[in-house]
């Protein structure tokens, strides 16, 4: 606020307040900054755009880098429009990386430059000005994006279990903890009755797993340390790694 920049030895010799101030006056300097856009009357924020200014307003932040550039190409200033994209983009990148860097909460997935080419966020547009909120897992939807794809009844929210974009590899899965999920976690045994020691996922040996993109999958990681392994194809399937019907699932 206005007055807390004013120190108090200062307010004799402070221009502004070397006259009187209207009730009037004192209102428009306490507002906040009038909204603007730098797509002026093609930002889409409201009917009749935004006063033209010298960035991107939080709206057309929420859209996806596809829509802002192909937004940018239907301008007269498209080289000017597109700095200002690349410039947000790198900003993201920064933000991204830090929060990496220093274990803090991370960008919603709408935000996370890992995720800003997938078709689900070309399509998403959450139509709103508010900020995204941060997430604890990467490739989580903030809980504002996350409500507004429920309340736009976006398809692509089949991609994603609950509010996390992909799924959990089957060996983390709490889903598949039922006794008989014991078969496929010990997987072929061989003629001395062995399980093979690669085949069941163990922590401290094979760290942690990645996501999977669908239900009841292995991740990239588990499926290469076990696609070779005799019997493989007995319990999922050889291209995807797809947990097979007979499975229990
Ligand atoms: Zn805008
Ligand atoms: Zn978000
Ligand atoms: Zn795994």
């Known amino acids: 606020m206005m007055w807390k920049i004013v120190r108090w030895d200062r307010i004799e010799t402070e221009p502004i307040f070397e006259r009187h101030l209207g009730v009037h006056e004192l209102l428009v300097m306490l507002a906040p900054p009038k909204p603007h856009c730098a797509f002026g009357t093609a930002c889409d924020s409201r009917p009749e755009g935004q006063e033209r200014g010298p960035d991107i307003c939080s709206w057309c932040k929420n859209m996806s880098f596809d829509a ?67 997430v604890r897992h990467r490739g989580q939807l903030c809980a504002r994006c996350y409500r507004t794809a429920q309340e736009q009844e976006c398809t692509w929210l089949a991609e994603f279990d609950g509010d996390r974009y992909g799924f959990p590899c089957v060996f983390e899965d709490h889903r598949l903890r039922r006794p008989v999920d014991a078969n496929w976690k ?5 003629a001395q009755g062995h399980p093979d020691p690669n085949w069941e996922k163990d922590p401290r040996r094979h760290g942690r797993c990645e996501r999977a993109r669908f239900k009841n999958q292995l991740c990239q990681k588990c499926f290469n340390r076990m696609c070779e392994i005799r019997g493989f194809g007995r319990y999922f399937d050889t291209e995807w790694g797809m947990l097979r019907g007979g499975m229990g699932v």
Do not use: V
């Not at 010990?186 to 061989?190: A, H, R, S």
């Open 68 to 134: 802002l550039y192909k937004r940018a190409e239907a301008q007269a200033d498209t080289r000017l429009l597109k700095r200002l994209i690349d410039a947000w983009m790198h900003q993201l990148e920064r933000d991204n990386s830090e929060r990496i860097r220093r274990g803090w909460p991370c960008l919603c997935a709408s935000k996370d430059p890992e995720y800003r080419f997938h078709a689900w966020r070309r399509d998403f547009n959450p139509k709103d000005s508010r900020l995204c909120g941060t």
């Open 186 to 190: 010990i997987g072929p045994l061989d």
